[in-house]
Every structure is written in structure tokens, then in C-alpha cells.
């Protein structure tokens, strides 16, 4: 009868647990599940191509679609993002450079889609980009500049205020930079102060199409 019993409660479980993955997705920036899964699906992949941006957006659109607090889970999550894509690029020895391109443009496309500030995604990423590559003994200057140039490209995807956006990214490498001090974090300043200069090229308005707003949680 015991056995009975429990066969008979299995399908109750199951169902209780599938009506809480929207819940669990919710809060995956806290608990750490979308830098894992982030990581898991590169290393698993073995290369690193523009595939990331949807990748990192639609991971982090599904984690924060429903959040009380967007603004707050979105920074988290970027930051996430960027983190488990750097440690997995660094595992199999992919280019630092771009999958911190490719995956702050995707955290600032989610940003987009769910009504979160871009700018403030920007920042956080690119920080966090700088930062976790410090510490897997990357070469920080590319990966500041490749985040810059992420956040070109994700702003004229999206018909953004490219240069608004771009001097967000560099805020937020700079603030990583004077963290790390010494010759290192000059070089990343110069690298910013190079990629920005770069990127005003792009900071017209695309032919056509107008310039979204930026939005705010």
C-alpha cells in the first residue's frame, strides 16, 4: 500500500515543480542559475560566435520577465551574464574580447525588450566584464574595448542614442580600471578613451529610422 501511495503522489510533484519554474526563473540573477546556464551553453557550444546575443538576451529576458523590481534583477543578471560567459570563454580558450562584445549586446537588447535602463545595464556589464576578466588573467584593455564596441553595435541594432550609451559603458570600465590600479588600469583608460573616440562615427542617427528613448525601470 506504501508503494502505492507513493506512485500515486509522484504526478503531484511533478506538477508542483512545473508550476514553479516561472517563479524560479524570476529569481535566477540572485541565485546564480543565469551565469551558470550561460556558461554551461558556451562551453557545451565550443566556440564563441555572435549566436551569444541571443543566447545571453534570451536567457535574461526569461529570468527577469516578471520581477517585481526589473531594474534591480536586470543589473544583477547582466552582471551574471557577463561573468559565466567570460569564465566559460576562458575554459576553452575562446577570445575574451568577443564574447564580452557579444554578450553585453545581448544584456543591453534584454534590457530593451523587457523596459529596463540600458545605460545602466551598459555600466554594470561593461564593469563586470573588466572585472571577471582581471581576475581569469585576461588581457583587460581588449576586453574594455570590445565591450565599448558592444555597445556601439547593440545601440545602432536597436536605434539607440549610440553615444549615450557608449559613455555609459565607459563609465562603468573606467570604474573597474581604478579598481585595478597601476600600469593595467591606465591601459584600459587609454583603450576606453580610444574606443569612444571610435565610435563617434556611429553616433548619428540611423537613415530612416528614428532614435528610441532611452528607457528607465
Known amino acids: 500500500m506504501a508503494a502505492k501511495r507513493g506512485a500515486g503522489s509522484a504526478p503531484k510533484r511533478r506538477t508542483s515543480r512545473t508550476n514553479g519554474v516561472a517563479a524560479t526563473a ?32 534570451n ?4 529570468a527577469i520577465s516578471g520581477a517585481r523590481d526589473v531594474g534591480g534583477e536586470m543589473g544583477t543578471a547582466a552582471v551574471s551574464a557577463v561573468r559565466g560567459s567570460i569564465h566559460a570563454a576562458s575554459a576553452i580558450g575562446a577570445d575574451l574580447g568577443a564574447v564580452a562584445r557579444y554578450t553585453i549586446m545581448g544584456t543591453i537588447e534584454a534590457a530593451e525588450q523587457i523596459g529596463g535602463d540600458m ?5 554594470s556589464a561593461t564593469r563586470g566584464a573588466v572585472k571577471t576578466t582581471r581576475e581569469v588573467g585576461g588581457d583587460v584593455s581588449h576586453v574594455a574595448g570590445q565591450a565599448i564596441q558592444g555597445t556601439a553595435d547593440a545601440a545602432r541594432r536597436l536605434g539607440a542614442d549610440v553615444s549615450a550609451l557608449v559613455q555609459d559603458a565607459a563609465q562603468g570600465a573606467v570604474e573597474a580600471a581604478n579598481r585595478i ?4 588600469g591606465r591601459a584600459v583608460r587609454a583603450t576606453v578613451s580610444e574606443a569612444v573616440a571610435g565610435t563617434k562615427a556611429l553616433a548619428g542617427r540611423p537613415a530612416g529610422r528614428p532614435a528610441r528613448r532611452r528607457r528607465r525601470a
Open 59 to 62: 536567457t535574461l529576458v526569461t
Open 26 to 57: 524570476t529569481r535566477a540573477a540572485a541565485n546564480g542559475s543565469v551565469e551558470a546556464a550561460i556558461q554551461r551553453a558556451i562551453s557545451g557550444g565550443g566556440t564563441v560566435s555572435v549566436g551569444v546575443v541571443n543566447l545571453v538576451k
Open 119 to 123: 545605460g545602466g545595464v551598459a555600466r
Open 181 to 184: 590600479g597601476s600600469a593595467t
